[in-house]
């Protein structure tokens, strides 16, 4: 795939940085920071199937880097061969960003993250750019470069990033989402816009995904607990992935067509822990 217009994500003339903004509701989906003193980020609550205790700020859980490179090989062997603009929009200490450069070694390869902190483990891991700032204020012009869009969101700000990529993504680009399995459950992401109860039409009929590619083993989530020691907790995930095309068109030669709803595959993504 190549840029439209000439557009590029490491031209600043074409990149438009977000707007850096501490919000309340907003953190880096996969990084260990803690928010700085004052910056209004809040502990949020627990998201569907976990224990009480183990919620943590700015859901901020670091992704394995075994699991974001096999979700990378397998986005490149599946609906993304050719990227060669990347765009990580909440890179947090960038396990992707480290994937996306082993993957694919001559994409240029942004990064975004709302803590200025995280820019040197991104740039560590293989980022050109790194611009630090609300996902949701990304211009439509940026996201319309990026050939790929993939990262470990916020779990309770995934609905509504998925709605801003894919509303600006070009026809063929690729938006993937590591979360967990409780976020296809939601009943207001099925809502048609016919229930009083829920009037806004929801994500999965407006963007189906794609695929949904469940994960295993069940990847471990790195947190560190009140007494300041590591700890891992397991947690049944799903790649969520979207290739953005016009409705009633099928996908490339080789692609399977969207028929409206997304395809669980035969096989799901495998990634091997480390010691085993």
């Known amino acids: 795939m190549s840029p439209p217009d000439g557009s590029n994500l490491l031209d600043p003339e074409e990149f438009t940085a977000p707007e850096v903004v501490i919000r309340g509701d907003l953190g880096a989906g996969s990084m260990t920071l803690r928010p700085p003193k004052g910056s209004g980020v809040k502990l949020r609550r627990r998201a569907p199937g976990e224990a009480k205790g183990t919620r943590k700020e700015n859901d901020a859980y670091d992704t394995d880097p075994a699991v974001a490179l096999t979700c990378m090989y397998w986005l490149s062997a599946h609906v993304a061969p050719d990227a060669r603009q990347i765009l990580d929009p909440t ?18 390869i942004a990064a975004v993250d709302l803590h200025p902190e995280c820019e040197k483990a991104c740039m560590a891991s293989g980022a050109r750019v790194f611009w630090p700032g609300d996902a949701l204020t990304i211009p439509g012009k940026t996201i319309a470069a990026a050939d790929l869009i993939v990262t470990n969101p916020p779990f309770t700000l995934a609905d509504p990033l ?32 016919t229930d009083p109860g829920f009037p806004e039409i929801g994500l999965f009929k407006i963007a189906p995904p794609t695929y949904v590619v469940p994960i295993q083993p069940r990847p471990q989530f790195l947190d560190v607990n009140s007494k300041g020691e590591k700890a891992s907790s397991s947690i049944e ?27 669980i595959p035969n096989e799901p993504i495998r990634w091997k822990k480390e010691g085993r």
């Not at 947090?92 to 240029?108: D, E, K, S, W």
């Not at 996908?251 to 709803?261: D, L, Q, S, T, V």
Request: charged content about 15%.
């Open 91 to 108: 890179a947090g200490t960038g396990p992707f960003i480290y994937a996306a450069q082993n993957v694919y070694p001559l994409a240029a």
């Open 162 to 193: 998925a709605r801003h990529f894919y509303a600006h993504m070009r026809p063929g680009a690729v938006l993937a989402f590591l979360l967990n399995v409780t976020f296809i459950g939601s009943e207001n992401r099925w809502a048609d816009g």
């Open 237 to 263: 995930c799903a790649l969520f992935v979207w290739v953005k095309g016009e409705a009633g068109e099928s996908f490339e030669k080789g692609r399977i067509p969207h028929a409206g709803g997304a395809l």
